[in-house]
């Protein structure tokens, strides 16, 4: 008695003429005349079996996006480095423009040219002034007007 070759979807597992042809599960792509373990005939990597049947062939994958999956991923990380960059920036441009804004201490300039020499005498003429905020000063009457009011 002659081999018969398994249909598609099937396979000859054990290889003996005399036992039936054994059906695969969905996942699998087995062509007509196949020999071997079902495991053989998987679908690879990136394609899979759309219809569940072993008979046809296993079709690619149209949602396969693990590269634009690690695109975003970069894209992502690029732009947290960006924000934080712009937040450190943002710091230190407060902070300088704190430092240049905050009032002289006239006080302490005046300890140290007492401490260098430069001022010989500890007289009462010479006082520290006061600089005053403008925030806090209010204007009672106009002063006067320049050239364009």
Known sequence: QGCVPCPAGTTDQDSLPGTPCLACEAGTYVPAGSAGDCALF????GTSDHD???????EADATDDSGLRTTM?????LLGVLLLCA???LVLFRRRRAEKNRPFNFEEALRAL???GM????????R??????????KSLEKLGAGAFG
């Open 42 to 45: 998987s679908c690879s990597g």
């Open 128 to 137: 520290a002034p006061i600089e005053l905020k403008r925030d806090r000063i």
């Open 87 to 89: 937040i450190a920036a």
């Open 73 to 77: 991923i970069i894209v992502g990380t």
């Open 52 to 58: 569940s049947n072993p008979s046809t062939p296993c």
């Open 119 to 126: 001022i010989v005498h500890d007289s009462q003429a010479i």
């Open 114 to 116: 007492k401490s260098e």
